[in-house]
């Protein structure tokens, strides 16, 4: 029977931790007892983690010998690093919720996280008419011209009913809007399904009239898309379409100036260029489109709530906190921004536990100023 790593690596964490089961202890035991892959990897595993490294969360790359800094990008293959992280990852989701490495970078002036904390706190659809329904608020039914919405405060799903035309609320264009710290699912009339992240608008027809379905995301979204013969399904980004003809993906605007789209099965075309699953297009201003291998868990994983992160520094990550926890953040030391981390940040975890730890493992200090803007020093 195939087993699944990952759970076999959770159970090896909750033992170093000091956290598993007595039946789960037992059934690891019996899998190093008797399969040669689970043993080496145990013997690889428990040895990665330095004593303070457990207590805290935090794995440093230069205290361990066989993953230098330097050759993370350069020597370390990748299918190598996915399973380090993965080691790493699970431990971190277990112990703290973050794992974190060292790498330095000069900068002279305070950095800022460049996503601005939104002051609207609820999901709301906002009409043509200009009417704006709070979706936060868990209504059950609820009334359009020419549609029936069912909101649960979590996702939406909607029936139509009658002509649909511009003129009534399920045939004029509609905006969906996700603010910072919350996700929300949408399912259309054709059988779509929609994921929004935090800080996310979708702009459509509720109807999806014509001879192809269109919406306009803004921010980052996973959809499901239903196929229809002859009725292709657009997603217009700030730079390009992306053609669909029924298939699972993600598309993420959050950077100026940047669309990643990530297919995951079926078949897109973006800027010209036809994807294939497991490919993500990544399109820059400077470089045009760029086809690249994507890690699922890194790009998909806002989905469980989950941020996934490799070799990536501390300017990365904190541009991920205004969108998930509604705060702005400064770093005061112009070393820390190129700082490198790897590992998981939990958002159903207050912010603080993130904070708390780095400052246990690389003596990062924090603090909230009276305009509750983070800083970092």
Do not use: C
């Amino acid at each position: 029977m195939k087993r699944d790593p990952r759970h076999i690596h959770a159970l090896m964490s909750s033992w170093i931790a000091g956290e598993i089961s007595e039946v789960d202890a037992l059934y690891l035991k019996q899998l190093i007892a008797t399969d040669p892959e689970v043993l080496e990897a145990w013997e690889e595993f428990k040895h990665k983690f330095l004593p303070e490294d457990v207590h805290n969360g935090f794995l440093r790359y230069e205290d361990i010998p066989w993953l230098p800094a330097e050759t993370i990008t350069k020597k370390t293959p990748r299918k190598q690093i996915r399973n380090i992280l993965l080691y790493v990852s699970v431990a971190a989701a277990m112990l703290t919720g973050v794992v974190a490495g060292i790498l330095f970078y000069n900068r002279q002036a305070p950095t800022k996280a460049v996503v601005a904390a939104a002051d609207n706190k609820n999901i709301t659809l906002q009409l043509a008419n200009g009417k704006t329904i709070n979706l936060s608020q868990a209504q059950d039914k609820i009334q359009l011209a020419g549609a029936k919405l069912t909101n649960n405060g979590k996702a939406l799903s909607y029936t139509l009913d009658g002509n649909n035309t511009g003129s009534n609320d399920a045939g004029a264009i509609s905006k969906l809007t996700v603010p910072i710290g919350k996700d929300y699912k949408m399912f259309l009339a054709d059988g779509s399904e929609i994921h929004l992240n935090s800080g996310t608008e979708v702009t459509l027809s509720l109807a999806l009239k014509g001879s192809s379905r269109e919406i306009t995301v803004s921010g980052e979204a996973f959809l499901r898309v239903a196929p229809q013969a002859g009725r292709p399904f657009l997603v217009h980004t700030p730079h390009g379409t992306v053609q669909v003809l029924g298939t699972s993906f993600n598309v993420n605007t959050y950077d100026s100036g940047i669309v990643k789209v990530a297919l995951v099965e079926g078949k897109v075309q973006f800027a010209g260029v036809t994807i294939q699953p497991g490919k993500e297009a990544v399109y820059t201003v400077e470089k045009g489109v760029q086809v690249q291998a994507f890690d699922e868990d890194e790009t998909l994983g806002w989905q469980e709530g989950k941020y996934y992160f490799s070799d990536v520094t501390l300017q990365e990550i904190v541009n991920v906190l205004p969108r998930w926890y509604g705060t702005n953040v400064l770093i005061d030391n112009p070393k820390l921004a190129g700082e490198h981390f790897a590992g998981m940040m939990d958002r159903n975890k207050p912010i603080t536990t993130f904070l708390d730890n780095l400052e246990s493992a690389r003596k990062i200090k924090y603090h909230f100023d009276n305009e509750g803007v983070l800083h970092l020093k």
